[in-house]
């Protein structure tokens, strides 16, 4: 039986015996191999609760630094209520549903997830969109389910340098259309006001000086497949008008012509704005922007997924030297500290200059930084950046108790330290700073936490 049919599973020790075996038969009925083994970190998890959601959050929170592994929690009671679903889902939960005695919508959104997590490991996928942190998982799978799931437009947002047309490019790669045509691509920072008709709408022989033979514009090459409007935001409100009309009638008309052509395209946007202020200030379109935005995907700053710096730049530098030499720790702590404003295009710069210098079978080491390790100050304090303050800004701001955060920062050093180590608990235990033993203790800790429903029952 293939991975993606095996599911693992929890129970909150309120449920009683009879619930849970009647939902692990009907799980088991639809075709999934099902364990209680809380060792298989790796499998999809499915937690059941009744009544007090108290311990499924407990227990949701509890998974979150094991692995970025999808969680669905099944409520055997009464249908879960806002703040407490809002709740789940800071704690770790992808999904939250209501078992009624009918497996269906569960083994629905089991198998789309698998759908989903199945084309992610895929090459097309896996050697362009690189990472492991629980906050670009989750922005990839959205990225490949709207690819692969939908043909609806697609907002993509995000600092410089973060992958915007990459991504782009990978939804049109990933869009299952039966018959698929070629990706557009038009840089609106570079178009010129005077010429825009014929960028985008194409012209007649004769419509303008100059205009010596009829040219298809962008809506033209882009019909039957994707239409890519890189930094959409720079647009000026004319053009976005224009390109409203196109949108909505799915027509338009060449420069100098009388004759309307269609055209059927996906279209997908990227900016480094913030287009909701834009519209609200009355520099992008309100109706536009509705169009455009029909999904939204924000990429992560890669100071938002530090966990992700090591593998790019081992994914970076083998492109460029086969092979990817081991970084010597000091060079691997640089990098991890270093602010790359730039985001990911900064780090594959960074990685370029590294492999030109870099010479001989060893490993990458601080000579070949050259400059940029001179250049760069690393302060004692420089982890407790910007995304870290957001983070416990969120927490703070949902009412998490002091404990609470505390308890999930450590479970997450913990992991990432033996993440970090490939599984050496000694070097992951030097790392943290606490003895192998401590280690080991935090670890039980944080894969068994103490269950606070108070009511009686069997746990599973």
Not at 78 to 91: C, D, N, S
Not at 120 to 147: C, K, M, N
Not at 219 to 244: H, I, K, Y
């Amino acid at each position: 039986m293939s991975v993606a049919t095996r599911l693992r599973t929890l129970f909150a020790s309120c449920v009683d015996a009879c619930s849970r075996d009647e939902l692990l038969a009907a799980l088991r009925g639809a075709g999934f191999e099902v364990t209680l083994d809380d060792d298989e970190a790796r499998l999809p998890c499915l937690i059941a609760f009744r009544s007090d959601v108290t311990e499924a959050i407990a227990l949701a929170t509890a998974q979150a630094p094991m692995a970025p592994e999808r969680v669905l929690v099944v409520s055997l009671g009464e249908r879960v209520e806002r703040t407490a679903a809002a709740q789940l889902i800071a704690a770790g939960a992808c999904d939250i549903q209501t078992w009624t005695g009918d497996v269906a919508g569960i083994a629905a959104r089991l198998v789309r997830w698998a759908a989903v997590d199945a084309v992610i490991a895929s090459d097309s996928v896996a050697r362009v969109l690189v990472g492991t942190s629980p906050a670009w998982i989750q922005v990839v799978r959205e990225i490949v389910e709207i690819a692969r799931f939908t043909d609806a437009p697609v907002l993509i947002t995000g600092e410089t340098g973060t992958g915007k047309e990459l991504v782009s490019r990978l939804i049109h790669t990933l869009d299952a259309r039966a018959v698929k045509r070629d990706l557009v691509v038009v840089d609106c920072t570079t178009i010129v006001p005077e010429l825009s008709g014929s960028e985008f709408f194409g012209h007649e022989k004769g419509s303008f000086t100059g205009a010596l033979a009829a040219r298809n514009g962008a809506f033209a090459l882009a019909d039957g497949g994707t239409l890519f409007l890189d930094e959409v935001g720079e647009l000026p409100l004319m053009l976005q008008a224009e390109l409203l009309r196109v949108v909505q009638e799915h027509s338009y008309k060449r420069v100098g012509g009388s004759v309307w052509q269609s055209t059927s395209f996906r279209l997908v946007c990227a900016t480094n704005r913030d287009l909701e202020t834009e519209r609200r200030e009355g520099r992008f379109r309100s109706d536009l922007y509705y169009r455009i935005a029909g999904w939204r995907v924000h990429l992560p700053a890669l100071s938002e997924r530090r966990e992700d710096i090591l593998p790019l730049a081992r994914h970076f530098l083998g492109e460029q030297l086969g092979e990817p030499p081991e970084l010597d720790d000091a060079v691997a702590d640089h990098l991890v500290r270093r602010e790359l404003r730039g985001n990911v295009r900064e780090l594959r710069q960074l990685c370029a200059r590294i492999a030109h210098r870099h010479v001989g079978p060893g490993p990458i080491t601080l000579g070949d930084l050259g400059g940029d390790f001179a250049r760069e100050v690393d302060t004692d304090d420089a982890w407790c950046d910007l995304a870290f303050r957001r983070s416990i800004g969120k927490a703070v701001a949902m009412g998490v108790n002091l404990k609470d955060i505390g308890r999930a920062a450590e479970a997450l050093a913990v992991q990432l330290a033996v993440s970090r180590e490939n599984g050496n608990l000694q070097s992951a235990a030097r790392r943290l700073g606490v003895t192998d033993r401590a280690l080991q203790l935090r670890r039980a800790s944080t894969r068994d936490p103490q269950p606070v429903c108070k009511k009686s029952g069997t746990h599973g």
